[in-house]
């Protein structure tokens, strides 16, 4: 039998859905197929046509096409949600979450119809929340279904400390556990630069401000922006994640996960360390966390509960 390209559905062409269209066609990862209501239908097409039209000068031969009919996305390996709305400066991520839950239920519903045997990874906000309602509404595995954070908001992380220290963002390495808030908590015992411990490298006072400045990394870009939130940073780390399971890559990345037992939380979906390849979430790592870091999970955990309490039924 001839061996077929990959596809990628990407559901929500705005701002983070077409960006991500375009890097994971970039990087030949499959063929890209992006999905927006009926409204919207003209200018998806529109901007997957646009990107198409790149492909013969960036010299890549992955197909995009815009779409509103779920029909074209059938049998993709792997989908991307990035549908609903975005937060606007004065307003927090978990005041999207009435709107998004609805739009979570409709579009996985046509994402399982279609592709019953793909990996979905979940964008939108308030990301743990909107992932827990993603994976119970597809009654999919838990290793077929997770959430975006962790790559971005180490992402960040890295990019300060390799400002602040005038070095390679690629020597650096952080973690971030919990859930996509401000309470989310930076690792600093598990981040190198150059397999050196940071906290050799920089003051404390430093440190702290970096894990402070990252927590609000989001709320930064929505200050800046006025009328939306980040989509370049958040569209590469789902490219990543995306060629973490194309490719089985067996990455180890902070990953929206379902806990069930881990770090002493069950039924709920946040952000871990995790081995992802070829099956999706492989595994969880589960790191020894000293008093400090357990509470401070803690408290981002009843952050992620709080939202999650809110979801309609
Ligand atoms: N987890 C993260 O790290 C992270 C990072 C960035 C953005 N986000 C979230 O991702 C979401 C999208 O952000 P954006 O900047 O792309 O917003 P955007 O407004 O630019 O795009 C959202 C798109 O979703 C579409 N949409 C709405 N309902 C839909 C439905 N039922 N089916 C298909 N498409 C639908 C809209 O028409 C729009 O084109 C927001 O909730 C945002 O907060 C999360
Ligand atoms: O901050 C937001 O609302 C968008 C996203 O979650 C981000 O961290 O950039």
Do not use: W
Not at 107 to 114: A, G, I, L, S
Not at 207 to 235: C, F, H, M, Q, W
Not at 264 to 282: A, K, N, Q, R
């Amino acid at each position: 039998m001839a061996i077929k390209r990959r596809k990628i559905s990407v559901i929500g062409g705005g701002f983070t859905g077409a960006t991500t269209a375009l890097m994971v066609a970039q990087k030949e990862l499959g063929d890209v197929v992006l999905v927006d209501i009926p409204q919207m239908e003209g200018p998806t097409k529109g901007k997957a046509l646009d990107m198409l039209e790149a492909t013969p000068v960036i010299g890549i031969d992955s197909t995009i096409i815009g779409t509103s009919s779920y029909e074209d996305t059938k049998d993709s390996d792997v989908v991307v949600i990035t549908a609903g709305i975005a937060r606007k400066p004065g307003m927090s991520r978990d005041d999207l979450v009435n709107t998004n839950a609805g739009i979570m239920k409709a579009v996985t519903k046509e994402v399982v119809k279609y592709s019953p045997n793909c990996y979905i990874i979940v964008l939108t906000n308030p990301a743990d929340a909107m992932t827990y309602t993603v994976f119970k509404e597809s009654g999919f595995p838990k290793n077929r279904v997770m959430g975006q954070s962790g790559v971005l908001d180490t992402a960040r992380f890295r990019t300060f400390v390799a400002q602040e220290l005038n070095l390679s963002v690629e020597d650096i390495t952080g973690f971030v556990l919990g859930g996509h808030g401000d309470d989310m908590v930076p690792l600093i015992r598990y981040s190198f630069a150059g397999g050196i411990p940071l906290e050799k490298l920089m003051p404390k006072e430093r440190l702290d401000a970096i894990v402070e400045r990252t927590r609000k990394g989001g709320g930064e870009i929505v200050g800046l922006l006025g009328n939306g939130s980040a989509y370049y940073a958040p569209a590469a780390s789902l490219t990543q994640m995306v060629e973490a399971i194309i490719k089985d890559k067996k990455r180890i990345l902070p990953t929206i996960a379902y806990l069930e037992g881990e770090y002493g939380y069950e039924d709920l979906y946040v952000g871990v360390p995790t081995i992802l390849g070829g099956d999706g979430i492989e595994k969880i790592i589960e790191l020894d966390l000293t008093e400090d870091e357990r509470e401070a999970l803690a408290k981002s955990v009843e952050s992620v509960r709080n939202v999650m309490s809110a979801l309609p039924e």
